[in-house]
């Protein structure tokens, strides 16, 4: 299983939330920096946000994120306020090795099937953000259907693997709810990469027995609640 360190950036700086809401940010630094730092560690994958992008401002942040693109030269998966075809064709012509489309992919499905064609199934990403088993769109303030149900639709157009963040722990440092996390796995073929709730060296080695490809470290590993070094011994 591999770990995602997420590198969250909202005005030019890496944040953390809480429950995605604007007002709970944390702010840790200099993305690059923070970036830099979990590659040092050990890290050969980052997760990147565009928050700008998810509120609303799909340039937010670009000529910053590209630089980071450039610098890092690590496997990097990145979401954030991708509405269109041709966002998400921008982002993969830059050198991301995936984008997450979620609103977008519930908006119009047949984009992955647009994207898996132009650019290979693995590099194409849906979100399945799910809140009370619910798929959650727009910033997560709407929801719209069963997330099994998109999962497999998803999977049927053309996505190469799936994010799954569960909304209801995300940013909570309480653990995971592995229950959604086993039934997404046990209904797709698909890689799935698991988001929310991921707090200790259990959470991982959990996700690591459920099948999970990925795991992504965010709030807890900012406030050092887990360490990057034990998350990926866990992995082995």
Same mark, same amino acid.
């Given at each position: ?27 840790? %630094? $200099?993305? /690059?920096?923070? &970036?830099? =730092?979990?590659?040092?560690? !050990? @890290?050969?994958? *980052?997760?990147?946000? +565009?928050? #700008? ?91 719209? %259907? $069963?997330? /099994?149900?998109? &999962?497999? =639709?998803?999977?049927?157009? !053309? @996505?190469?693997? *799936?994010?799954?963040? +569960?909304? #209801? ?68």
């Amino acid at each position: 299983m591999k770990i995602f360190p997420a590198v969250d950036i909202l005005n030019g700086r890496c944040v953390q939330l809480v429950q995605g809401k604007r007002e709970s940010a944390t702010i840790y %630094g $200099d993305p /690059l920096s923070c &970036a830099t =730092r979990w590659i040092n560690e !050990g @890290a050969t994958a *980052l997760h990147i946000v +565009n928050l #700008d992008g998810a509120f609303g401002r799909s340039s937010g942040n670009a000529a910053l994120i590209t630089d980071l693109i450039r610098k890092t030269g690590v496997e990097i998966e990145l979401g954030g306020g991708i509405r269109s075809i041709e966002d998400a064709r921008h982002w993969l012509e830059t050198g991301v090795d995936r984008v997450i489309i979620s609103t977008l992919a519930t908006q119009d499905p047949a984009c992955i099937r647009t994207l898996a064609k132009e650019f290979g199934s693995n590099r194409v990403m849906p979100g399945v953000d799910a809140k009370g088993g619910q798929i959650a769109v727009h910033g997560w303030q709407e929801t719209a %259907g $069963d997330y /099994l149900d998109w &999962a497999v =639709r998803f999977e049927k157009l !053309g @996505a190469g693997s *799936l994010l799954y963040t +569960n909304v #209801d722990v995300e940013g909570l440092q309480q653990g995971v709810r592995f229950g959604p996390v086993k039934r997404l796995i046990d209904r797709v073929g698909i890689p799935v990469v698991v988001a929310g709730g991921v707090s200790s060296g259990s959470d991982v080695a959990g996700l690591r027995d459920a099948g999970a490809y990925g795991a992504i470290l965010g709030s807890a590993l900012y406030s050092g609640k887990i360490a990057l070094k034990d998350a990926l011994e866990e992995c082995r």
